[in-house]
């Protein structure tokens, strides 16, 4: 049986790709400090698949402590790397502690693949590198720019880290995933998106305000160059996410080519007026909302060009927008807060 080791295992997209991995006949070893994930994902991921992955709970930040997991699994063939922090908001009040984390995390990471000969790394990248685009869907030769966030700095200068440390080194590939909006749950409801809080990000709002934790979602801006006025993203259920990665690690080890970027997204834009009627159709939960003003950093709108993923990759997203909402409602409905 091949090992992957996925680093955020325990974390939403984390999660979910250690339940396809499991799924796809790998065996997973899952690194996480618990910073933002509770233990008990792991009994979810256990209902879903029968196998409970071996687990650490280690900081990718301690090289002392993350190593000894690498000479434990030095036998793994890749790395799926999600440790990270990805609260935009709070990177721009602390970037130091972004700046820390999520680049000393992916230091950490390489030199341990280098050290113990593990030659793939799969790279939770994201479409904000992209900021607002020109043109409509972005490529992935769309340029990069300065992101708008420190959170989103950390995963272009992530990108740029990963690119020289592979045309240093003989043996390591890596594929960086820029993934649109991930939302949704898995379908079984044992395992979905837990934040901690009041959520940043639109789909946990919208089920914590139908289940009665938040009074109603603020949509931030209707005045914006769209069909509707609100601003559009690409919204990709989280299991279809996921399943990215299988694919990302089969081609590695198919040794194609040393680096390769791909869009992760569904290909189609929604408003989040249209994902609130998707919500509010897919559920029969009618939704309290009201239109305040735009929110600080907000792009007007973005969608992925998803031909060379489809193409190259071979990976194409499958769950319709309905469904993946329906998903995330079912997990809201089922989760249980202390
Ligand atoms: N929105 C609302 N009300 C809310 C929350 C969000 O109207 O309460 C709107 C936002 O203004 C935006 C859309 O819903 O138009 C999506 O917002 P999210 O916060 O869910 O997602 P973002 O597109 O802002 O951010 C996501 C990821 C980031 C990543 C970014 C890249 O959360 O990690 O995409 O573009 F950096």
Redesign the pocket.
């Known amino acids: 049986m091949q090992k992957v080791i996925i680093t955020g295992g325990t974390g939403y997209i984390g999660s979910h790709t250690v339940v396809e991995f499991q799924n796809a006949g790998f065996e997973v070893v899952v690194i996480d400090n618990l910073s933002n994930s509770i233990i008990e994902v792991l009994d979810g991921i256990e209902k879903i698949t029968g196998i409970r992955p071996i687990f650490y709970q280690v900081d990718v930040t301690e090289q002392k402590d993350l190593e000894i997991v690498f000479q434990k699994h030095g036998d793994a063939v890749a790395i799926i790397h999600f440790a990270a922090y ?3 908001g709070e990177s721009v009040q602390e970037p130091l502690k972004y700046y820390h984390n999520n680049i000393q995390g992916l230091l950490n990471v390489l030199s341990n693949m280098l050290k113990y000969d593990i030659p793939n790394l799969v790279f939770s990248s ?3 590198v ?1 900021g607002q685009p020109d043109k409509l869907p972005v490529t992935e030769d769309t340029p990069v720019v300065k ?3 420190p ?2 700095n950390t ?1 272009k200068i992530n990108e740029e880290i990963i690119d020289d440390t592979i045309n240093s080194s003989e043996n390591l590939c890596a594929i960086s995933l820029r ?5 949704g749950a898995h379908t079984s409801a044992y395992i979905g998106e837990l934040p901690l809080g009041v ?5 946990p ?2 089920t914590q305000t139908a289940i009665g934790l938040r009074k109603e ?5 209707d005045n914006y160059n769209t069909p509707d006025g ?4 690409d919204y990709i259920n989280v299991c279809d996410l996921a399943k990215a990665h299988v694919f990302a690690v089969k081609r590695l080890l198919n040794n194609v080519l040393k680096y390769e970027i791909f869009n992760i997204g569904t290909g189609k834009g929604s ?2 007026m249209e ?1 609130i009627k998707a919500f509010e159709t897919s559920t029969g939960q009618k939704l309290n909302y009201k239109i ?1 003003d ?2 600080a ?3 007007e709108q ?1 969608w992925a060009d998803t031909s060379k993923a489809n193409k190259v990759l071979g990976w194409k997203a499958e769950v319709s927008l309905d469904e993946t909402v329906k998903s995330a409602w079912e997990w809201e409905k089922k989760v249980k807060r202390d």
């Open positions: 990805k609260a935009v994201s479409c904000t992209y992101p708008e966030s959170y989103g995963k993934y649109f909006n991930p939302i959520p940043d990000n639109l789909l709002y919208i979602l603020s949509v931030f801006g609100t601003a559009i993203r408003s989040v994902i305040v735009r929110r950093g907000d792009i973005v």
